[in-house]
């Protein structure tokens, strides 16, 4: 299913009232506990943040993965800020970490290959602190060409939500195998992941499935992140249905 925004906002209320985004109030979201810790990673202690929820028996918990680092990407970004929002106001706890190298993060980039071990490093506490819960992966850029594809492979993962995907300069036919529910969530006007490409890559991608264009002006969805953020929170909910 490949839709605008507009398009799915327009879809997702004709299902029904089930798919009403219950948020909680902007003050609850100040009000909770945010802890700010250090993972312990494959090459050092990896920088992070967890958000949790007043909810003590949370659906799914989630963990969001951000942009290259070498180029300022950090957990901090708008969009993966965003991203986390929205899931916390779906009442999801949700984890962010900088890779090695970035932030207070230890280690050197390793162009995505120790990044995996980065993010199986995240995973882990999850599946520590929230024993037995699924959880959900996001990434945005850099992050989901890292993220994705361990989220593809690890079993604890049961949900991906690919931002930016960077299809024009990176190799992610690995999502062809990956039979999880997905996301991509696309600015139309992305100028590392084409609509082109990404609708090409899209339709080799096995069920189930939804791409969203957000009709943006960049990469970074400027100026249109509450709308792909509601995108987001429209399909996230649409899952638990």
């Not at 839709?3 to 004709?14: D, I, M, P, Q, T």
């Not at 180029?71 to 899931?87: D, E």
């Not at 970490?97 to 162009?111: C, I, P, Q, Y």
């Not at 604890?156 to 690919?162: I, M, N, P, S, Y």
Request: aromatic letters at 10%; charged letters at 25%; hydrophobic letters at 40%.
């Amino acid at each position: 299913m490949i839709l605008r925004f507009c398009e799915y906002r327009h879809f997702a209320r004709s299902l029904g009232t089930g798919l009403r985004i219950r948020y909680t109030p902007k003050l609850e979201m100040a009000e909770a506990f945010h802890r700010t810790l250090f993972l312990s990673g494959p090459v050092g202690r990896l920088e992070a943040m967890l958000w949790t929820v007043s909810n003590a028996d949370p659906h799914r918990v989630a963990v969001v993965c951000h942009p290259h680092p070498l180029f300022g990407g950090t957990m901090h970004n708008k969009v993966v800020f965003q991203v986390a929002k929205t899931l916390h106001q779906l009442e999801i706890p949700v984890l962010r970490f900088n890779f090695r190298g970035a932030g207070l993060s230890e280690g050197k980039h390793d162009k995505g290959r120790g990044e995996a071990g980065d993010v199986r490093a995240a995973l882990d506490y999850l599946a520590k602190e929230f024993a037995i819960k699924p959880i959900l992966l996001a990434g945005f850029s850099f992050g989901s060409y890292v993220g994705l594809r361990v989220g593809c492979e690890d079993s604890r993962v049961t949900e991906l939500v690919g931002l930016g995907i960077p299809v024009d300069n990176s190799d992610l036919s690995f999502l062809t195998e990956c039979r999880k529910p997905k996301l991509i969530l696309q600015s139309a006007h992305d100028q590392f992941g084409s609509r082109e490409g990404v609708e090409a890559l899209y339709e080799k991608l096995p069920e189930p499935k939804t791409l969203v264009f957000v009709d943006a002006p960049d990469h970074f969805f400027a100026g249109k992140l509450p709308e792909m953020g509601h995108a987001l929170g429209q399909w996230v909910t649409r899952q638990n249905r």
